[in-house]
DNA sequence: ACCTGCAT
């Protein structure tokens, strides 16, 4: 489908180049004789150096015309005059233009040899010294490296930003460390296939029956399907996958496994019938959370006395009076060192919450409000009235690039001072998350989990909320009455249809739920923007800024990316009173639909009545006021705060007339239009039919095809993830 | 064969 040519030339001079992911704009001067800028990553892309490149020709709104590359093959230069660019553009550190003529002079063609090689040779002219030799040598030899390491990836096909990668984490002996053990890149951290790092291990000579090969499949296969929520694998499972995936025999793989938890790398259990594997680093976090909860729980001192009186202070003081199961909340956070609190939206939990910190607050405890998404921590803090953070900043957590760890600085030796710790969006929180947090917690500290454990699960491993209530061990308050939407709403019975896994009613009588049947995703996608841009508004009187386009896929016909494009073209079309702003593959357009897809603390914001902040989540929304017409800068529109981005911040922003229902999560709208359309079996699940539908608070539309609202409903896989937790705290051996 | 969180 995609068009691509070729274009072969000299580097004739850069004009930018990030250091971090090797992101270059630079000139090259063809063998035609033409000058062409060039886009691209060429990580440590210099002039003289000869490059034939793949790609294709775009034409960028500010800067013209460009050569988008794709694939680059390149080469050192060769020729004197080429050599001669090189060195006087400052690509190597200690070398100007005056050295480079020196030394070309001196030395020709060989030049870079001599400066890889002999660099001691470098002395023999004039205002050499041996130490700055050295030091030139040195800067040569480190890109040196990273281009051969960018060669070897390139021979795989593997991505060229993996080279940074590796770089940052190995340094300069990062192609060795690969050579060594090419397996390294499977998985996890660097994301390449098994199969890859296989092919390379073959081609290095590395035999199929090395001990290192099957260790490395064994940790592969626990390392996968971590990434897919489960905390351990039943052996059987875990030994004939790996088997599988080498194509060798169950012995083999035994003797690998055998070997790995021998160095305890891998710890193996005996989970309630199941002989269970883990990555260490899972099975300490399992055990962690396992005890500190029950340390929690038998330090918990009632301080239930007078609290009923406290309780009907705190519903005077907010105007309110409590339903039943929101004031028995209330109260056993005051009796339980720890409390689960449980309930879909509408049934009250913000409620429960606000009264909890109330009622904490007249105790004297010290309280910390958290959540594992920025979102959910901002708009917890809001709803609150006090300041909440998420997890991750409340342990101070860090990421090092050099290593890959994560580490948090609040833990047992440093714990958090609070007394009370509220978590909301429980739901969220993965198996490893946890465990930090419970680190953090001094003993006799409360700890309150908020959430819905319907909705879609953490990213990482783990079922943590619901092993939590499903133990049984821990007090649980669940809201079920729904305040917010009538019984009679057809959005809230199909939520709970879905939940119990019948199919919601597609029957179209019922006023605030829609199906509209399409079988072909272009046909829905056509369905979709003709809903958005004409029907809902005009027939069912809701502005397009209260529909959102919900679909669980980026890929295909009806997933965001295309959903996106077509939407932007029927809403927002190109005008020539509206500046654009391309950025990569996204164009952006003033008065188009945008999201923040990272937390930033640190982008700048203005109301109109002058207050000033800072911080946008992952998650908010808002409309590009204003582009820049140098492309220096953009202004968005969130909610009445208007946020300026800079030209580096772009890549945190992306079209979001459409966006997944993971992404939505946390998030309601009056109107949602579903795209329900086959998609990876991964995300045909009922927690993504479920979360979509509990979007809706007044119209739900679902469009597309039924098979697929049916599979959707059916399918509760992705609860069944493999977990000791809940083992564990029933007594687990004990029992 | 695919979705996603956080951190400097």
Redesign the pocket.
């Known amino acids: 489908m995609e068009e691509y040519s070729t274009l072969e030339g000299t580097v004739h001079s850069i004009i930018f180049q990030n250091p971090d992911n090797g992101y270059t704009v630079l000139r090259l001067l063809t063998d035609e004789g033409e000058v062409v800028n060039t886009v691209g990553c060429l990580p440590c892309a210099a002039p003289g150096e000869r490059m034939l490149l793949t790609g294709r020709m775009e034409v960028h709104p500010q800067h013209g015309e460009q050569f988008s590359v794709r694939d680059a093959e390149r080469r050192m230069p060769a020729e004197e005059d080429e050599i001669l660019s090189y060195l006087s553009s400052g690509a190597i550190k200690g070398v100007g233009p005056a050295t480079a003529a020196r030394m070309v002079e001196r030395f020709g063609s060989e030049t870079l040899d001599v400066i890889e090689r002999a660099p001691e040779k470098l002395t023999q002219l004039k205002g050499v010294t041996s130490k700055r030799a050295m030091e030139i040598a040195q800067s040569f030899r480190s890109q040196m490296e990273l281009r051969r390491l960018m060669e070897f990836l390139a021979r795989f096909e593997l991505p060229i930003v993996l080279a940074m990668l590796l770089e940052k984490r190995y340094g300069g002996t990062a192609l060795d460390v690969l050579r060594e053990n090419p397996y390294l890149l499977a998985g996890g951290t660097f994301g390449v ?1 098994f199969s890859t790092a296989d092919e390379i291990a073959i081609s290095l000579g590395i035999p199929a029956d090395s001990a290192c090969r099957v260790e490395a499949a064994v940790l592969f296969e626990l390392d ?1 399907n971590a ?2 929520g489960h905390v351990f694998l039943p052996r059987e499972k875990l030994i004939d996958a790996t088997a599988r995936l080498l194509e060798c025999g169950c012995e083999q793989v035994e003797r690998a496994l055998d070997d790995l938890m021998e160095r305890c790398a891998v710890v193996q259990e005996q989970v309630a019938n199941v002989t269970a594997c883990y990555l260490r680093r899972l099975y300490d976090a399992e055990r962690y959370a396992q005890r500190k909860i029950e340390l929690l729980l038998s330090a918990a001192a009632d301080q239930g006395g007078g609290v009923e009186e406290l309780i009907g202070r705190i519903e005077e003081e907010q105007g309110i009076s409590y339903a039943p199961a929101q004031r028995q909340a209330v109260e056993l956070a005051a009796r339980q060192g720890v409390l689960l609190l449980t309930g879909g939206p509408g049934t009250g939990k913000t409620t429960s919450v606000r009264g909890i910190v109330a009622l904490f607050r007249r105790m004297g405890l010290d309280t910390v409000l958290a959540a ?6 901002k708009r917890m803090g809001e709803l609150c009235g006090m300041e909440a ?5 409340l342990l ?4 090092s ?1 050099s290593t890959g760890e ?1 580490s948090f600085i609040k833990g047992e030796k440093e714990p958090l001072e609070a007394d009370a710790v509220i978590v909301d969006e429980m739901s ?1 929180v ?1 198996l ?2 946890m465990a930090a947090l419970l680190r953090a917690l001094r003993p006799g500290c409360r700890l309150v989990m908020v959430g819905d454990p319907d909705q879609l699960s ?3 491993a783990g079922n943590v909320f619901s092993d939590l209530i499903r133990s049984g061990r821990i007090a649980t308050v669940a809201l079920r009455e729904i305040f917010r939407q009538a019984e009679r709403s057809a959005i809230v019975r199909n939520a709970h249809a879905v939940n119990e896994g019948r199919l919601p009613a597609l029957d179209n009588d019922q006023g605030d739920f829609f199906f509209l049947r399409r079988r072909d995703p272009v046909r829905t996608a056509a369905t979709i923007v003709e809903l958005v841009q004409t029907r809902l508004p005009e027939k069912m009187g809701v502005p397009v800024e209260q529909i959102q386009v919900l679909t ?4 295909g016909e009806a ?2 990316v295309n959903l996106n494009r077509v939407l932007q073209a029927a809403l927002n079309p190109r005008r020539p009173d509206r500046r654009e702003r391309s950025w990569g593959e996204r164009l952006f357009r003033e008065g188009d639909r945008i999201m923040q ?5 640190d982008v700048v914001w203005e109301k109109p009545d002058g207050t000033v902040g800072t911080g946008m ?3 908010d929304v808002g409309r590009i006021e204003q582009i820049d017409p140098s492309g220096e800068w953009l202004t968005v529109n969130f909610d009445d705060r208007l946020a300026t981005y800079t030209a580096d911040q772009l890549s945190e922003i992306d079209l979001a007339y459409a ?5 939505a999560q946390g998030s309601e709208y009056r109107c949602v239009v579903l795209s329900a359309v086959n ?5 045909m699940v009922r927690g993504v039919l479920y979360t979509a539908i509990t979007r809706a608070r007044e119209l739900l539309i679902v469009v597309g095809d039924e098979a697929a609202v049916g599979r959707m409903t059916e399918n509760d896989r992705q609860q069944k993830r493999y977990s000791g937790l809940k083992w564990r705290l029933r007594g687990g051996e004990r029992a």
Not at 372 to 377: D, E, Q, S, V
Not at 552 to 555: F, L, R
Not at 679 to 683: E, G, I, K, Q, T
């Open positions: 296939e996968h990434d897919n594992p998404t920025g979102r959910a921590a953070q998420t997890i991750h900043r101070g957590m860090s990421f690039e994560v969220m993965d490893m998350l953490a990213v990482g669980p896929t980026h890929k997933g965001t897809t990272k937390n930033d603390y989540f992952n998650g966006m997944t229902v993971h992404k998609a990876a079996p991964a995300l």
